[in-house]
């Protein structure tokens, strides 16, 4: 055999076992070749430059990206988490933990720590391991109980179980997250059981949130549309500022101006000045479908401490750079 098709036959095995995922021994039947002899061509192929392995360590950090993100946004910490994993449940797991490292730095004996309600605040909580070493935190959350189903929004139980991991005492909230009228807000606000919650959201050392995302500009198979954006600029320009996501149930806009005062109004929640009084604010996010948020949410200038994932982070800081955004903050 030449060496020509000795190089054709390393390709054809290489891609039938690394990509197609196929054993040595279905190869070697449907080439017609030795098992023994698949093995050395796998070897030929590794020495030969054909074959490289490549492993994304989801524990490593990409400093670069970290350097450029904590530069652009001033933030005091960032992770960027190696992945090509595109998977988002999966990719929420990975960065959540990642954050966990992070946040352990900030939590102290008698701390006061918040925390937020959705996928990735509870994914966050679940890979907190429990810390032995810890005790007097107090755990509260962060907005009032929502109305979905899923675990994630039930809060007061969330707060319940990470106060067994940290050994703190958890603070309950019996309020719904959004009311009717500002005077309905105003009454729970200044109600007898809202009071020791209200002066623990003043007195806040470390925050933990995500950027939600709205549906309206979520990202369709890791592309935004450049009109999409053009309109979204243009609204802002018109000072007809839309949200791109929320913060504690608060609605921001891509330049990180908090808008919709009808919506924001009558949520009930820990407020944006506790939120910049915070010690630190800990945003956890994954996923090209919050591009968009995840702008916003750094440019309101609460998050301090950002986690995400590397896919993520280097579309943030394409769609930043672009001239329509960056000419805005």
Not at 70 to 85: D, G, H, N
Not at 112 to 134: E, H, N
Not at 194 to 214: H, Q, S, Y
Request: charged share 20%; with cysteine.
């Amino acid at each position: 055999m030449g060496k020509m098709n000795d190089l054709q036959l390393m390709v054809q095995v290489s891609k039938m076992y690394y990509l197609k995922r196929m054993t040595q021994a279905q190869i070697a039947k449907e080439v017609g070749i030795s098992r023994p002899a698949v093995s050395i061509l796998l070897s030929e192929a590794m020495k030969g430059g054909l074959i490289e392995i490549k492993i994304k360590d989801p524990s490593a950090n990409n400093d670069k990206l970290s350097r450029i993100l904590a530069q652009k946004f001033s933030l005091k910490e960032c992770r960027v988490v190696p992945t090509t994993i595109l998977d988002e449940n999966a990719l929420l797991k990975i960065v959540a933990s990642q954050a966990v490292g992070l946040a352990k730095e900030a939590i102290e004996n008698g701390g006061t720590l918040g925390i937020a309600w959705g996928k990735s605040c509870y994914a966050f909580m679940q890979a907190f391991p429990r810390a032995d070493g810890l005790f007097g935190v107090d755990v509260v959350p962060l907005t009032g109980g929502s109305n979905l189903a899923g675990i994630e929004f039930q809060l007061n139980e969330t707060v319940r179980m990470f106060a067994e991991k940290l050994n703190g005492t958890p603070h309950f909230i019996y309020a719904p997250a959004m009311v009717e009228t500002a005077e309905d807000k105003a009454m729970y606000m200044q109600s007898t059981y809202m009071g020791p919650l209200v002066e623990k959201w003043k007195n806040l050392d470390l925050a933990v949130i995500t950027a939600g995302r709205d549906p309206a500009y979520r990202m369709e198979e890791g592309f935004l549309g450049r009109r999409m954006l053009e309109d979204l600029i243009a609204c802002v320009n018109k000072n007809n500022r839309r949200p791109v996501g929320d913060m504690c149930a608060l609605h921001f806009d891509i330049t990180g101006a908090f808008v919709d005062e009808e919506h924001n109004d009558v949520v009930i929640g820990v407020g944006k000045d506790n939120l910049m009084a915070a010690g630190h604010v800990l945003c956890v996010a994954s996923g090209l479908s919050r591009v968009l948020s995840v702008i916003g949410a750094l440019n309101t200038g609460v998050v301090d401490i950002l986690v995400i994932d590397e896919n993520t982070a280097k579309t943030v800081l394409e769609i930043f750079d672009d001239g329509l955004v960056k000419c805005l903050v």
